[in-house]
Each structure stands twice: as structure tokens, then as C-alpha cells.
């Protein structure tokens, strides 16, 4: 690893081409990583390049920090959870009464198939093939459920 400054990371954060390249990769993320996030993994994604870029490989710069930052981006993509995720909503009944109560309510929303599957995969932890079984279907058939059921409850769950 190599010694960065600070003065050094500032100067090569105002270069323009930099810049360009890492908005050009977040480009990809916007609808899937927040705008705050984006600046934060853009940060460490040049931070990074600038600690592990070699020139005796013969590689420039700006090609090692669009790698740097796709794979930055592509490890933030991974960790973000969508915001009507029913598992970290149920797990916590004491923590958070009031949304588990708006989550129980949002279910009683939905049709009766739907709140069905959404608890035998999040609550009661069952597989798509477990599912699958129980609905007289293929596990993929169940996987197009499941997603249909999401899909209805963030409906439900952003409508109000």
C-alpha cells in the first residue's frame, strides 16, 4: 500500500476525467444505490485505485479506476436491501411495534394467495420448491408468485 495524502486524493478527486468516470460508472447504480452512497463508494472506489494502481503493468489510470469503481458499485448493489423487505421489518417485533403493525396491516391489504406466499418465504423461511408444492407448481412458476406478490405488497406498502 502506498502512502496517500490527502492532498493527493483531493487533487486527483477535482480532475475532471475522474470525475467523468466515476459518474459515468454510478450512472449504472443511481436507481439501486442512494445519492449519498453513490458519493461515499465513488470516494473509496478512487481511494482504492490510488493505493493499488500499478504503471509497470502498463495500465492507465482512468482504466483501473472504472474497474476499481464497477467492482466497488457492483459490492454496494449486493448489500443494499429494498425497502419493503419483510424479513429485517418481522424480525424485530419489539424494536419497531409501530411499522411491524403497518406491515401487518399492508398484508391484511393484499389477496389472500398473496400474503400467503410472502409469509411462507420470508416468515416461515420455505423454499420456492416447498412452495412450489404447496401452490401445485414448479419452483420457477413460484419464483413468479413471489415476485408478483413483492411487487403488490411495495405497492400497498408505498401507497400509504
Known sequence: MSNITNEIFNREW?????????????RRFRKVI?????????????????????????????????RFAMWEFIR?????????????????????????????????????????ILVDYYINKMTLREIGKNYACSPTTAMILLRRAEKDFQRVYTKD
Not at 477535482?14 to 454510478?26: D, Y
Request: glycine letters at 2%.
Open 76 to 116: 454496494a448493489a449486493k448489500k443494499v436491501k429494498p425497502l419493503y423487505s419483510l424479513p429485517c421489518l418481522y424480525s424485530s417485533y419489539v424494536d419497531f411495534p409501530f411499522e411491524t403493525v403497518y406491515v401487518r396491516d399492508c398484508l391484511d391489504n393484499l389477496s389472500l394467495t398473496n400474503r400467503k
Open 14 to 26: 477535482a480532475k475532471g476525467e475522474n470525475r467523468r468516470i466515476l459518474s459515468c460508472v454510478a
Open 34 to 66: 442512494p445519492p449519498d452512497e453513490i458519493i461515499y463508494h465513488s470516494q473509496i472506489a478512487l481511494f482504492s485505485c490510488l493505493n493499488r494502481h500499478k504503471d509497470k503493468y502498463g495500465t492507465k489510470f482512468t482504466s483501473s479506476l472504472y
